[in-house]
């Protein structure tokens, strides 16, 4: 089974970054479309930041749109989401996540074990 594997998060002051990176095990990032999405406690798991497997395109949440930005590096074999500008409602579990459509009738979707984000006022 793929793992996709999590590093970088951790306790930082508000206004301070942090940069996530994602690397999965047994098999190449090349032609999955990347993500990124978090949760808080008590909360649904919802989407923060998505990188096309072209590497070209990319979409954010609103609530992040100026503060994070989303990269790729297919030949390090990792994703890379760059924080600036945090805030406490940043706090929360964030989880790495690939997809690709292999037909019409499936898509493969696959889950890192997330990395605690805490951001303090």
């Known amino acids: 089974q793929v793992q996709l594997v999590e590093s970088g998060g951790g306790l930082v002051q508000a206004g301070g970054s942090l940069r996530l990176s994602c690397t999965p095990s047994?098999?190449?990032?090349?032609?999955?479309?990347m993500g990124w999405f978090r949760q808080a406690p008590g909360e649904d798991r919802g989407l923060v930041a998505t990188?096309?497997?072209?590497?070209?395109?990319?979409e954010y949440v609103d609530s992040v749109k100026g503060r994070f930005t989303i990269s790729r590096d297919d030949a390090k074999n990792t994703v890379y989401l760059q924080m600036n500008g945090l805030k406490p409602e940043d706090t929360a579990v964030y989880y790495c996540n690939s997809v690709r459509t292999m037909s019409t009738t499936l898509t493969t979707w696959d889950w890192g074990q997330g990395t605690q984000v805490t951001v303090s006022s």
């Open positions: 047994g098999r190449t990032i090349s032609g999955y479309t």
């Open positions: 990188i096309h497997w072209t590497g070209g395109l990319t």
